[in-house]
């Protein structure tokens, strides 16, 4: 058992566009962790949770306090769409979606078919979510079912809930990373039958986008995403005004992008599309009929020149969660995405409260991808994945908490200021696997 402590006690439920959020934050505050589980036991004010575990009964395993006094203890972070390859291409200068993916994207793709590469940068990759406080992700490998294995291999050593798949492309693609139709099909399915809900992995089957797959392979994903009741499906949409075009080209005879999707039978609640910035009225209500979720990825957007994501007109409609799509995004810092997504809102003059944004990093993300009972709080029997933060880790941040008065304007400084140098440990699921070694 554990116990983390915070300062004071208050409540927020703010209400943001009809969603109410509800924040709790108790200032002096612990939380207690089953070491054997990793669950949640309990949380509340240090004062009572002290009295009733603070000593270890007779014939129990004995009680471990860690002192996280003066730190903030937030739920872990989830990222619901980025790519763990392209780790090694992130920030490459100057084109646009299309021409991004050849000229960088697919180049470095082409490397995942050798295991080494593959187990080196999924490695190099939790540890960098851990390092900015990122405990669950939805995760895009390549088209080589040993991008797959690597990754899972690398996540369950590390007992991180993690959501991946092969990525399907048939077409419009260099040769050597297309994999035949069905055997890009048979893949997806070898991969759900041996990871699909072994210790905290999930599959997601992943067809790139419209343009790489073709109208066969995207409805034979279809038929297997339908095959079963709890395996994800992660693609892109309308992202890009070319990108809207192409697809255009090639579905003459659809009513329009999102309709491609729908028609091939990919579409549902535990579908995540990522992007969907150029889509209109008719296509907002086949996602509101699906319930099929968006990912929105501002540093990418931005990045790209994609466009403006309306955050306030999706959400009306369906369920957004907000994401890093690294390499096009250019932070794996879902504190960095949010100060972003707070400046793309801005130009379109709906301010992001900080309440909002980090409930939607946190349990907001959870919900989108149906993970709520897991993850997202520290609501009993839920799984402890949490992140220890240290809001005066830089001198600016510092400085600037003093001139601070409020919890909120606390936490908003922390949203557009606050990196992976806030994140001083990352725990999953009640083990440490993340401590911040310049202050430790
Ligand atoms: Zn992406």
């Not at 036991?41 to 009964?57: C, F, H, K, L």
């Not at 972070?77 to 000229?103: K, R, S």
């Not at 990759?125 to 088209?143: D, E, I, P």
């Not at 069905?182 to 905290?200: A, F, L, P, T, V």
Request: with cysteine.
């Amino acid at each position: 058992m554990q116990t983390s402590g915070i300062d004071k006690h208050t409540i927020l439920n703010p209400v943001i566009k009809g969603i109410t959020v509800f924040a709790e934050y108790i200032a002096d505050g612990a939380l207690v962790i089953d070491d054997q589980t990793g669950l949640v036991v309990d949380y509340g004010s240090s004062a009572s949770i002290m009295a009733e575990y603070g000593r270890t009964q007779q014939g129990q395993q004995p009680v471990q306090i860690h002192d996280h006094k003066h730190k903030l203890i937030l739920p872990g972070f989830i990222d619901t769409h980025v790519h763990y390859p392209q780790i090694d291409m992130i920030a490459a200068f100057g084109e646009q979606l299309l021409d991004w993916l050849n000229n960088y994207t697919f180049v470095t793709e082409a490397n995942f078919g050798d295991r080494k590469v593959a187990d080196d940068t999924a490695k190099f990759f939790l540890q960098q979510l851990l390092a900015n406080g990122t405990t669950s992700a939805m995760v895009f490998a390549t088209s080589h079912p040993e991008s797959v294995e690597a990754f899972f291999t690398q996540s369950t050593q590390l007992n991180m809930r993690m959501i991946t798949g092969n990525v399907l492309m048939d077409q419009n693609a260099p040769e050597h990373l297309c994999v035949p139709t069905e055997q890009g099909i048979r893949d997806s399915q070898n991969i759900i039958d041996k990871w699909h809900g072994r210790g905290r992995q999930h599959v997601a089957i992943t067809p790139r986008f419209a343009i790489t797959s073709s109208p066969k392979q995207l409805k034979m994903t279809g038929e297997l995403y339908a095959s079963y009741n709890d395996v994800y499906l992660q693609t892109h949409l309308a992202e890009n005004l070319a990108e809207v075009a192409f697809v255009r080209e090639l579905y003459p005879n659809h009513k329009g992008y999102l309709d491609v999707y729908a028609d091939m039978g990919l579409l549902g609640r535990y579908t995540t599309l990522a992007h969907g910035i150029y889509l209109d009225t008719s296509e907002y209500e086949v996602l509101r009929d699906t319930g099929t979720q968006i990912a929105h990825c501002p540093t990418s957007n931005l990045f790209l020149g994609s466009g403006l994501f309306d955050l306030s007109k999706t959400l009306s409609y369906t369920g957004v969660s907000i994401a890093t799509d690294v390499g096009a995004g250019t932070s794996l810092s879902m504190l960095t995405t949010l100060s972003e997504a707070y400046k793309v809102q801005q130009l379109q003059s709906n301010p992001l409260s900080a309440h909002q944004g980090l409930y939607q990093i946190t349990l907001g993300n959870a919900q989108s991808l149906l993970l709520e009972q897991k993850i997202g709080n520290f609501m009993p029997n839920k799984e402890a994945d949490f992140v220890v933060i240290d809001l005066g880790a830089t001198a600016l941040l510092e400085r600037r908490m003093t001139q601070t008065s409020s919890l909120e304007e606390k936490l908003f400084v922390l949203m557009m200021l606050g990196d992976d140098r806030v994140i001083e440990q990352t725990v999953i699921a009640g083990v440490s696997r993340y401590k911040n070694r310049t202050r430790v």
